[in-house]
């Protein structure tokens, strides 16, 4: 916003958090990860509201805490799909206008754990490590166009990620702050480290 950049957020519940940001000048739009691989999600809200999609950050994630051999399938599928495929499937929806226009920029926010394992988070490593690779080769196949990615692998932020983490099933929820999540790096200072890589259009 201070380049002169109109936002628009794709989240869950929308409608409830808006007026947090319409100060702003953050338009929200509803948008589910978890169901968004089952349909590749339209640009047209975006398209309406601002004519194309210049950035598109892919930010949404879910992590886990729980043993492989305890954590059931349907546990690693949520994560995958929040974390990688709903990812993909918005990514899709924008990638066509950016070649026609030959200009764009994914930044993914990956984690460190998508460079390696991590014990009790079997789901996330999947997913952060799938992430890179994918738009890795996404940036190799747009070489010619102009579209940019910048993968952001960070370490421990200070967020909520370890209470909303998910357990052995759908729905159960880890609900404690990891000590290396409360001691992590603030978010606003990592916010302003990506926005540099972004506009230096730093690979990773």
Partial sequence: MRSGFEVLGYCTAAGIVYGAYK?????????DLQTASAKLPKDAYAG???????ILVNNGGVSTRVMAHECSFAV?????????????C??????PSMMKRRSGQFVNISSLAGKTGVPLRTPYCAA???????????RLEQLETGIRVTNVCPGS???NVSRNAMMHVVGAKFDAMDENIDTGMDVAR??????????????E
């Fill in 48 to 54: 309406k509201a601002f004519g194309h999609v210049d």
């Fill in 128 to 138: 952060k490590h799938a992430l890179i690779g994918w738009f890795d080769a996404l």
């Fill in 23 to 31: 100060a702003l000048q953050i338009y929200l739009s509803d948008c």
């Fill in 157 to 159: 932020v200070r967020t």
């Fill in 190 to 203: 990592v916010a302003d480290r990506i926005l540099a890589a972004a506009y230096k259009g730093i690979d």
């Fill in 90 to 95: 918005l990514s899709k929806a924008v990638l």
């Fill in 76 to 88: 690693d599928k949520e994560v995958m799909n929040v974390d990688f495929l709903g990812q993909v």
